[in-house]
Structures are given as C-alpha cells and as structure tokens.
Nanobody, 124 residues
Framework: QVQLVDSGGGFVQPGGSLRLSCAASGRTFDNYVVGWFRQAPGKEREFVAAVTRSGRLTNYADSVKGRFTISKDGARNTAYLQMNSLKPEDTATYYC?????????????????WGQGTQVTVSS
C-alpha cells in the first residue's frame, strides 16, 4: 500500500507556472503508474497526465499537452506536475493517484490510491 500527499497548489495569474508535488510513502513509486487528475466545481474529475512505472513514457490530456509535464523522482519517491502557461480553465483541485496496473490509464477507476488534492486557481 502507498500513501500520497499532494502539495504545491496556489493562486497564479494567467500565463504563470506552478509545480505540483506528490510525495509517496509506504512503497516506492517505481511499483506504480502515477497519474494526475483534476476536478473543477460542478464538473467531473478528469484525466490530466500519467507516467509509467519506469518514468520513461507519459500521456497527456489534449487540453494540457505542450504546457504540462509529468515526471517522477525515484530517489525522492515523489512525482511532479510542472504546469506552464496556465489558463483560467485550468482552475481546479488537482489530485495525484497511483495505479498498480501495468499500463497507463486515463480512467480514474483504474487508480487505487489518491492524494488529498491541492487547489490551483488561475485568475487575473
């Protein structure tokens, strides 16, 4: 079992950047696919990005492709979501999640463990 703690959210103006962190404890992140999801008020939770167990392959939602980068640091047992060129429509609570599956999934129901979420607000 793994425990996840999200952090790094905040308030930023359009065009700004934030880096979210997801610290894992209990088991190494090397055993899991790691994903980021987000949920805006009144909307369903949606997939943002995911990275394979090895950290070598990634997948992104079309809405964030070219602006967001997901990565893993095995030594720190932490995953990151670097978010650049932020837009107001990126405003949401962001959650990291870990999946025991061997494939990169964009579906939240394939993820077994979740962080508590961190709020990102993009506004002028």
């Amino acid at each position: 079992q793994v425990q996840l703690v999200d952090s790094g959210g905040g308030f930023v103006q359009p065009g700004g950047s934030l880096r979210l962190s997801c610290a894992a404890s209990g088991r190494t992140f090397d055993n899991y696919v790691v994903g980021w999801f987000r949920q805006a008020p009144g909307k369903e939770r949606e997939f943002v990005a995911a990275v394979t167990r090895s950290g070598r392959l990634t997948n992104y939602a079309d809405s964030v492709k070219g602006r967001f980068t997901i990565s893993k640091d095995g030594a720190r047992n932490t995953a990151y979501l670097q978010m650049n060129s932020l837009k107001p429509e990126d405003t949401a609570t962001y959650y990291c999640a870990a999946s025991s599956a061997t494939y990169v999934s964009t579906h939240q129901y394939d993820y077994d463990y979740w962080g508590q979420g961190t709020q990102v607000t993009v506004s002028s």
